[in-house]
């Protein structure tokens, strides 16, 4: 059954996905209403739902807002959170981007989030006296070393099928 009506169907619905989910996050709960954010930013991250499934993509699908009394998360879901009811934040250095991992059991949450400045997160949470778990030295460095030698090495296989692009090309 290959009808174009079904395609223009599924089509539409896939559409409504995507730009639900970009829309959604930057709706504003009540909460939010007619305040100030500290700091704000759109960033990728990925919720745990259950056992092992996790929902969430590499866009900019959640919205971190950092207020004096209270941290909001938007996606598809908005949540708000007062910094008493934070129960861990942990700060990591991935091989390409910083984490923060967030948990809370009111409401329960269980966040990665891959913001692009984490450190200006982490030093507001830690103003807020909220439990904020870091890397030692040691191992931020070593994924610094790492990030650079994996970047520059995919910069040099990039360069070498552009050269043998142009080479047999010409």
Same mark, same amino acid.
């Given at each position: 059954?290959?009808?174009?009506?079904?395609?223009?169907?599924?089509?539409?619905?896939?559409?409504?996905?995507?730009?639900?989910?970009?829309?959604?996050?930057?709706?504003?709960?009540? !909460?939010? &209403?007619?305040? *100030?954010?500290?700091?704000?930013?759109?960033?990728?991250?990925?919720? $745990?739902?259950?056992? /092992?499934? @996790?929902?969430?993509?590499?866009?900019?699908?959640?919205?971190?807002?950092?207020?004096?009394?209270?941290?909001?998360?938007?996606?598809?879901?908005?949540?708000?959170?007062?910094?008493?009811?934070?129960?861990?934040?942990?700060?990591?250095?991935?091989?390409? !981007?910083? &984490?923060?991992? *967030?948990?809370?059991?009111?409401?329960?949450?269980?966040?990665?989030? $891959?913001?692009?400045? /984490?450190? @200006?997160?982490?030093?507001?949470?830690?103003?807020?006296?909220?439990?904020?778990?870091?890397?030692?030295?040691?191992?931020?460095?070593?994924?610094?070393?790492?990030?650079?030698?994996?970047?520059?090495?995919?910069?040099?296989?990039?360069?070498?099928?552009?050269?043998?692009?142009?080479? *047999?090309?010409?």
């Amino acid at each position: 059954m290959n009808s174009p009506l079904l395609t223009f169907v599924v089509l539409v619905l896939i559409a409504i996905v995507l730009i639900g989910s970009y829309v959604l996050p930057r709706k504003r709960g009540k !909460s939010e &209403l007619n305040r *100030v954010a500290i700091y704000e930013e759109q960033c990728p991250g990925s919720q $745990r739902l259950g056992l /092992a499934i @996790r929902y969430g993509s590499g866009t900019s699908n959640w919205r971190i807002a950092l207020y004096e009394d209270m941290f909001a998360l938007a996606s598809v879901t908005s949540y708000t959170v007062k910094y008493a009811d934070i129960a861990s934040v942990e700060c990591k250095e991935g091989l390409f !981007s910083s &984490l923060l991992h *967030v948990k809370s059991s009111t409401p329960a949450i269980d966040l990665t989030l $891959r913001p692009k400045n /984490a450190q @200006r997160i982490v030093s507001i949470l830690l103003e807020k006296k909220v439990r904020v778990l870091q890397q030692d030295g040691q191992k931020v460095r070593v994924m610094k070393v790492l990030r650079f030698v994996t970047l520059s090495f995919l910069i040099a296989v990039i360069g070498v099928l552009v050269f043998l692009t142009i080479k *047999v090309r010409s």
